[in-house]
């Protein structure tokens, strides 16, 4: 409908009479032929109009001020006013007026009115009134939680807000045209929780702590309806809670009141409850979410625990006493140590406020006790230990000895007797000087990591010490050196490892076997006394000397054996000596006296002399108390070889070993040399002992120089290896204490090669007499000389076995040469040997480790022989003239093992007169054959490929040119007979 109103004197006129010529109302067809008075409402109605008239039943409707109206459509054309045009609307009134609202907190609630009649337009405008307030405003528009669904409807979100708390009231004012009227109001009452309120408040409403054992509750208010029911309940994990129930603790779980009788930590938590209410609907339910309360109970305080000390021994400082801590209560206390010397009258420490107490120097029992402060928020009071009772002894008459491994100033390692032979478990203390005796027993390793002063200390054979860096270890025995001894058996030793000082004195003692000569060097800085040692070293009649010597290089002169034994030894240098077969206890025992060599023993520097080429020859030992490395498989931080390589003799770069493993009559080699070569097999003691990569302390060798300068000994080359023997003294595989020492695991024990090496050792016997060369393989090696690698022979007897440089002999014997591994189908080796009385040799082969498919071949130029000597069977014997002496005749080679079985030997067991192996390009067979004898070449299938006639020679190369890879069959045929062999073509 489109309403106006007209100006005063417009006349509304018949469409009939005036269709066209008269105006019309704005937006109908009609046209405006009556006058109309002042104050005449006209208002046009239409189902519908188009730009060319009105249509579906338009109708004009006049109403004046008064009320009067006057209706006008094209089926009741306005003509004069009468009776039926006039309509008379119903008046505006409430039918509904708002209903008071019950409900819970946060909820939604609707507020309705229903009018009848009016005249349009009609609005709604809606009021409130909070209770404090005088009197009802409107709702402003936009008013957080109120929107307007419908007219006469009114929408509350969130209920119990600022805005619209419970008590509010609401009404409506509903205008039309003609004027207004006002609802009653309604009420908004509103269930919600108003506070929880605990017994106790401290420190705060919300967050209560009490001690275990007291009486609690909380307490919920509300407004609103009366609830109609209670749950409290208990936070579990995030966003789970758990009913509370009662039991013996706890009480109204489903009242107002939830009530703790008694509380334990078990009750400590976060609680909230859930009430149920009845609303205008259905019940609703509140949370205390926002209101949710933590009380904390804090379990009685347990008292500390002060740990049992051990005895104290007398006039001695006890060890620290300590407490486990207080638990419970508030969780934070003070201490305070309390002392009793009768157990009955308790005196505060001052001072002793914590969980540790260190107790003066004993001079009585004494009791102690320690109590705890709960110093918390919350105090639960005070607790105190049980006690404890620190007895007093006297610790020093007693004798010690080591258990285990461990720091000399940990007493648990320790264990103690009166009398030396009966042992009575852990000691009270750790052993000092006042003690009757320490001893450190085989396997067992005692680091000293704390200034200590010993006396009557005895490091036995297959013990170890360690004196830690910035440590002194002081020997105040009044005996001197013999109040520390580091001694020795034949099959094993003390060490002691000096990485920060000794002080005072100290003694040695080392076993020689008398049978035998060593080398040996002092493993101390000896500057008198040493000719103590008369009775036990061999006097020489004939030559009125004693078997001890030192090594005079001027002229390779050699041992220079003392008449009379020297009061003083030099540190670093070798000496020769060979002990009284006495038949006594002390048998072999050498005691040194003295101090420990170099600084801190850290250096000893010999001088070394070269007064002709490759003569400097100087002897040289351990200067040390513990063992040291000698090669780059040693696991120390530096070895002998890599600090001294370049005072060598370039040929010459190994340590020298007098390694007797028998009688020596002069006819005997048993000098070894030791240098870095990697090839190591089961066996191989016959040249560096069990462990050819450590020397122990008092070992002896000679070193070849070339020029004058000084051998260097370092601390960076010492190491504890107790099971290391001394060369000379009888071979066993592996040491009795071995298995004893957990420390001697890091030393590495060779038994086979190091990674990515090959070798193998060449023996020729003669008589009863053996000698040795070993050539080892290695990526890293060359043809020429390789430094620490090579060595060259250092004979004691003119029977002499040895090889040359492959690769630009430079005219030393060699007893260890180290070549390049793969070169084996080209190489050949010069062998040397010396044997001036001439006779029969056999040469054999030990230790073979070679790459797979590859055998020695032995090759005798003169005879024109060449024999495969594989280990344990192969074997070559030559008669050699008188005057033998050099190289030239004989060369090892190897081959490519063309048996199918890989093992030559079987076939010359089955096949004496011949034997047939390869060398990579070719098939030898070496054997006299009959006349006409045929060498023939079969495929597996029996077809023939090629026939070879031999000579009639030791010796018969047969060339495999054009020959595939596989498995053949090699006919040898004579006057004699005929034997197959397999042979394989690589």
């Known amino acids: ?209 009490l001690c275990e054992g007291a009486s609690f509750s909380y307490s919920v208010t509300t407004s609103g309806t009366p609830p109609v029911a209670y749950q409290w309940k208990k936070y579990l994990s995030p966003g789970i809670w758990v009913n509370v129930t009662d039991n013996s603790i706890i009480s109204g779980s489903q009242t107002a009141v939830l009530a703790f009788n008694g509380g334990t930590p078990a009750e400590s938590g976060a609680y909230k409850v859930n009430i149920t209410f009845h609303a205008s609907g259905a019940d609703c339910h509140v949370s205390s979410d926002s209101r949710s309360r933590r009380v904390t109970f804090q379990g009685n305080p347990v008292a500390p625990v002060i740990l049992q000390p051990p005895a104290a021994c007398l006039g001695l400082l006890p060890d620290l006493m300590t407490a486990e801590a207080a638990s419970g209560g508030s969780g934070s206390f003070r201490y305070q140590w309390q002392e009793s010397w009768d157990g009955k009258v308790w005196n505060d420490i001052p001072g002793a406020d914590t969980l540790s107490y260190q107790p003066p120097v004993s001079v009585a029992d004494a009791w102690y006790r320690l109590t705890a402060i709960d110093t918390g928020l919350v105090s639960c009071g005070n607790v105190t230990s049980s006690v404890v009772l620190l007895s007093t002894a006297d610790c020093f008459n007693f004798h010690y000895r080591s258990q285990q491994d461990g720091a000399w100033h940990d007493r648990t390692i320790w264990e103690t007797s009166a009398d030396g032979i009966t042992w009575c478990g852990s000691a009270r203390t750790y052993p000092t000087d006042q003690v009757l005796s320490t001893h450190i027993r085989p396997g067992h390793l005692v680091e000293v990591t704390q200034d200590v002063s010993v006396a009557r200390v005895t490091v036995e054979a297959g013990g170890a010490v360690t004196i830690a860096e910035g440590v002194t270890l002081t020997n105040t025995d009044p005996e001197g050196a013999s109040g520390f001894l580091v001694n020795a058996l034949e099959t094993a030793h003390g060490s002691l490892l000096c990485q920060g000082n000794f002080s005072g004195e100290i003694q040695v003692r080392k076993y020689f076997d008398p049978s035998r000569w060593t080398i040996m060097a002092s493993p101390l800085e000896v500057t008198t006394g040493f000719e103590k040692n008369a009775p036990a070293v061999n006097f020489y009649a004939p030559a009125n000397d004693y078997d001890l010597g030192w090594y005079r290089e001027e002229g390779n002169e050699g041992w220079i054996y003392f008449p009379t034994l020297p009061s003083v030894l030099e540190p670093g240098r070798g000496y020769v000596i060979r002990t009284a077969a006495t038949g006594t206890p002390e048998e072999g025992m050498i005691t040194f006296s003295g101090t420990l060599n170099g600084a801190l023993n850290n250096t000893v520097s010999p001088a070394v002399y070269c007064t002709a080429p490759r003569h400097g020859w100087n002897a040289v030992g351990n200067p040390f108390t513990p063992a040291i490395g000698i090669t780059a498989f040693a696991s120390t931080a530096e070895n002998f070889l890599a600090r001294n390589a370049d005072i060598l003799e370039d040929t010459y770069g190994a340590v020298y070993l007098w390694n007797q493993t028998g009688e020596y009559d002069g006819s005997q080699q048993y000098y070894r040399a030791i240098g870095n070569s990697g090839y190591h097999y089961e066996g191989f003691s016959y040249y560096g002992g069990e462990d050819p990569d450590y020397l122990q302390s008092g070992q002896g060798f000679l070193i070849n120089v070339k020029g004058n300068g000084v051998a260097i000994f370092s601390r960076a080359m010492q190491t504890h290896a107790p099971e290391v023997r001394l060369k000379s003294g009888n071979v066993q595989t592996v040491s009795q204490f071995k298995n004893d020492c957990k420390y001697l695991q890091t030393i590495n024990t060779r038994t086979q090669c190091a990674p990515g090496w090959y070798g193998l050792t060449l023996e020729a016997e003669a008589g009863a007499r053996v000698r040795r060369t070993v050539v080892a393989f290695h990526e890293s090696m060359t043809t020429g000389v390789d430094k620490t690698f090579d060595a060259g022979l250092l004979s004691s007897d003119n029977f002499r076995l040895y090889t040359r440089l492959v690769g630009g002999d430079q005219g030393t014997d060699l007893e260890i040469q180290c070549l390049p591994n793969g070169l084996y189908g080209t190489i050949e080796i010069p062998v040397g040997l010396d044997l001036p009385e001439g006779g029969v040799v056999i040469f054999r082969t030990v230790g073979v480790t070679l790459p797979k498919g590859w055998m020695p071949l032995f090759d005798d130029r003169v005879t024109n022989i060449s024999t495969p000597l594989c280990p344990e069977t192969g074997e070559y014997r030559a008669t050699l003239p008188p005057s033998t002496c050099g190289k030239g005749r004989f060369y090892l080679r190897f081959g490519s093992s063309l048996i199918e079985t890989g093992n030559p030997e079987a076939v010359l067991k089955n096949h004496s007169r011949f034997s047939v192996y390869g060398d990579g390009n070719n098939v030898i067979i070496t054997g006299m054959p009959g006349q006409k004898s045929m060498a023939a070449l079969y495929r597996m299938d029996g077809i023939k490929l090629e026939v070879f006639h031999l000579e009639h020679a030791v010796r018969n190369v047969i060339p495999l040119n054009g020959v595939a890879a596989g498995i053949y069959l090699l006919e040898i045929t004579d006057n004699r007979g005929r034997k197959t062999f397999p042979v394989v073509v690589h």
């Open 1 to 209: 409908m489109r309403s106006c109103t007209l100006p005063r004197g417009s006349i509304l006129c018949d469409s009939r009479s005036s269709r066209h010529s008269r105006s019309s109302f704005p937006g109908t067809g009609f046209p405006l032929c009556l006058a109309l008075l002042a104050g005449v409402f006209m208002s046009v109605q239409s189902a519908g109009s188009t730009s060319t008239g009105h249509s579906g039943g338009s109708q004009l409707v006049l109403q004046t001020a008064g009320g009067l109206c006057i209706r006008h459509s094209e089926e009741s054309p306005l003509g004069l006013l009468n009776a039926g045009n006039l309509i008379n609307p119903a008046a505006l009134t409430i039918v509904t007026h708002p209903a008071d609202v019950t409900d819970c907190e946060d909820h939604v609630v609707t507020f309705r009115v229903v009018v009848n009649g009016g005249t349009a337009p009609v609005t709604f405008t809606w009021q409130r009134k909070q209770s404090e307030e005088p009197d009802f405003t409107d709702i402003p528009s936009g008013s957080p939680n109120i929107t307007y669904p419908s007219p006469g409807t009114l929408r509350v979100d969130n209920v119990g807000g600022f805005e619209n708390p419970g008590g509010s009231r609401y009404r409506v004012k509903v205008t039309d045209a003609l004027g207004s009227l006002t609802s009653n109001d309604a009420l908004l009452t509103v269930n919600e929780i108003t506070d929880i309120i605990p017994s106790v408040v401290f420190p705060s409403k919300t967050q209560v702590i």
